[in-house]
Every structure is written in structure tokens, then in C-alpha cells.
């Protein structure tokens, strides 16, 4: 018998900062070899890229299996196990598998597959990771607007959150093994004690948290849980608990053809404005500036924008600006598009 690979689910909601903490987990991983599952939003695939080049000589492009197509936790069957079949036929080449879960996932879907006994037999869930956004936490986004609630229960009483946000945000908590309180720096410190009792308190009582500045925390730790989590799924509550089917209705994304820009400062001024303005939780993607060799990475969160240049447009690659748009439904497609385009 061969020994079970183990898997880390990363989860943590848009723009809680998964990705660059998976990057520094390779960039620290002491010699594991590790395999990345990415799930995001949309055909941009930004995260993928980022980890593509992460500059990690033992982490090769076949490593990274990109899967575009929706949530995760909708597409488990389709997408999931096939990524998975395809490296466990690397197996031997293989430490430690680690997914990082788009930011609207539920977790609990994808981790009851790992209960399915053929890949049961050949994986362990060594720990879920929820990455959390501390400075969301302190806006409140994640919080109920008390009236609304009040003035919706009324009307019906089994309603759960008027939230959505919050419904995603509490299911990504109540299924993690640790949760990362990131970007805790950007904090006064009164405000980061506030929010890490607020997650303390949201969390399970047997939930590790630990506060990291960009991401970084020890691998020997996240990596090192030993969680067996397909053991305990029935002891990690979620909303979606009473329903056969769930569905991420409350969310909608799309993605934009961004112009060739001379003055990137100024548009993504134009970003920040729109995203305010729009509602809009997570805008990322690549920009193309005139005259310049290398395409601009763009993420925002919120109205939070940053960027860099991450690598050179290749020979024969059509240098096209396109940019990932999350929002709540209803977003205004249009009128993003009209400010934007
Ligand atoms: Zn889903």
C-alpha cells in the first residue's frame, strides 16, 4: 500500500490574498514537491499565471492545473476529478497537492469528495485553510445590515442572512482547519484585536487562527495539520447543509476587453472609481501599455487597486487588455463597460 498523498484546500473569499499565500508556500515549501489545483472566475486566469511564475524551479508548468469553468464546488464531477485522476498518475513525482478554491467556492462541497472512496483510498485532506481579508472583516462586509435583516424576517422568519456575502464568508470559516488572519498590517491595532475576536468567535472552537502580513506563514505548519478532514465533514457546519443543490445566484462576473492604454495611473484611477461607484468586489486581469515590452497585472478589491509587471508579452501572443469583473447580481455590466471600454 502506498501512502495517501495529502491535499490542502486553500479557501477565503475574492481578494483575501490565496494566491500569494500559495505562492510563498512554494517559494518555502523546504523540498516538497508540490501540485496546484487553481480554481477561479472567468478565462483570464490570473492566479495561475502568478503561480506559474513563481520562480520555483521544482514547481513546473505541468504542476499547475488551471480550472476555469465556474465555482469549484459546482463542477466537482466534471472538473475536479479528472484534474485529480490526471496527477495521481504523477503520483511519484508528487508530495503534497495543494487547491486554491475560487473566492465565491464553498469548501464543504469539494471537500466531500474526498469521502468518495476511490480517491479516499489514494488522498488525505491534510487541512483546510481559509484565508480572510482582515480589513473586510473591519468594513463590515461581511456583516448583516441589521435593518434590512430586521425588516426581511418579517416578513419571513426562516430567512438565514440577508448577506450574501456573509453566507460565503461563514461557510469558508466553519469548514477551515486554520484560518489565515491576513493583511492584519493595514490595521490599527485596536481595530486587528477586534477582528480577530470577531472571527474567533465566527470560527469552530477547535480552529486554529494565526495573523500573516502578505500571506506568509510557516509551510511546516500549513502543510503540516494532519487534518484527515474527510473524517470530520459532518462537524463543519454550513448553510448549504439542508440543500441538495446549492448555487451562487447572488453573484455575477464577467469578463472586459480593456483598451491599450498610455497612462495606466489614470485608468486605474478609472478602476478604483468604477468599483466604488459599482459595488464591485474584485476586478483583476492584464492591461496592455503602449510602448511598454512587459503587460500590466492588475487586482483590485474593492476600490483597493494594485499592480505590477509580471512578465513580457510573448512573441505571436495578441497583447489585449482583459479584465475579470466580480460583483453582487445585478452588477451593471453596461455601465462598467460604458466607463471602462
Ligand atoms: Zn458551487
Known amino acids: 500500500m502506498t501512502a495517501k498523498i495529502p491535499v490542502t484546500i486553500v479557501t477565503g473569499f475574492l481578494g483575501a490574498g490565496k494566491t500569494t499565500m500559495i505562492r510563498h508556500l512554494l517559494q518555502n515549501a523546504g523540498g516538497r514537491r508540490l501540485a496546484l489545483v487553481i480554481n477561479e472566475f472567468g478565462d483570464v486566469g490570473v492566479d495561475g499565471e502568478i503561480l506559474k511564475s513563481c520562480g520555483v ?12 469553468n465556474g465555482c469549484i ?4 464531477a466534471d472538473d475536479f476529478l479528472p484534474a485529480i485522476e490526471a496527477l495521481l498518475k504523477r503520483a511519484d513525482k508528487l508530495d503534497h497537492i495543494v487547491i486554491e478554491t475560487s473566492g465565491l467556492a464553498l469548501p464543504k462541497p469539494l471537500l466531500k469528495a474526498f469521502d468518495w472512496p476511490q480517491v479516499r483510498a489514494r488522498l488525505t485532506v491534510d487541512g483546510v485553510i481559509a484565508v480572510v481579508d482582515a480589513g473586510a472583516v ?22 438565514d442572512h440577508d448577506n450574501p456575502l456573509e453566507e460565503v464568508y461563514e461557510d469558508q470559516l466553519l469548514c477551515a482547519d486554520i484560518v489565515v488572519l491576513n493583511k492584519t498590517d493595514l490595521l490599527s ?16 472552537a ?19 495539520l494532519k487534518a484527515g478532514a474527510e473524517d470530520d465533514i459532518a462537524a463543519r457546519p454550513s448553510h448549504h447543509d439542508a440543500e441538495e443543490e446549492h448555487d451562487h445566484d447572488d453573484f455575477d462576473s464577467f469578463v472586459l476587453a480593456a483598451p491599450s492604454l498610455a497612462d495606466p495611473a489614470a485608468y486605474i484611477e ?20 503602449e510602448g511598454k ?3 500590466l497585472l492588475v487586482q483590485g478589491v474593492g476600490a483597493r487597486f494594485r499592480r505590477e509587471f ?32
Open 57 to 68: 524551479e521544482s514547481c513546473r508548468e505541468e504542476d499547475v492545473i488551471e480550472l476555469a
Open 73 to 76: 464546488c459546482c463542477t466537482v
Open 138 to 159: 473591519a468594513d463590515g462586509r461581511f456583516a448583516d445590515d441589521a435593518e434590512a435583516l430586521a425588516a426581511q424576517r418579517a416578513a419571513d422568519p426562516s430567512l
Open 189 to 204: 491595532p485596536a481595530d486587528a484585536a477586534r477582528v480577530a475576536m470577531e472571527v474567533r468567535g465566527a470560527a469552530r
Open 206 to 224: 477547535s480552529t486554529k487562527i494565526i495573523t500573516a502580513q502578505e500571506g506568509r506563514i510557516d509551510a511546516d505548519i500549513a502543510l503540516g
Open 270 to 289: 478609472r478602476l478604483a472609481e468604477v468599483a466604488r461607484a459599482r459595488d464591485v468586489l474584485r476586478i483583476k486581469g492584464f492591461l496592455d501599455i
Open 293 to 295: 515590452p512587459m503587460r
Open 310 to 341: 509580471d512578465r513580457a508579452w510573448r512573441p505571436g501572443e495578441a497583447r489585449r487588455g482583459q479584465l475579470v469583473v466580480i460583483g453582487r447580481k445585478g452588477l451593471d455590466r453596461a455601465a462598467i463597460e460604458a466607463a471602462l471600454v
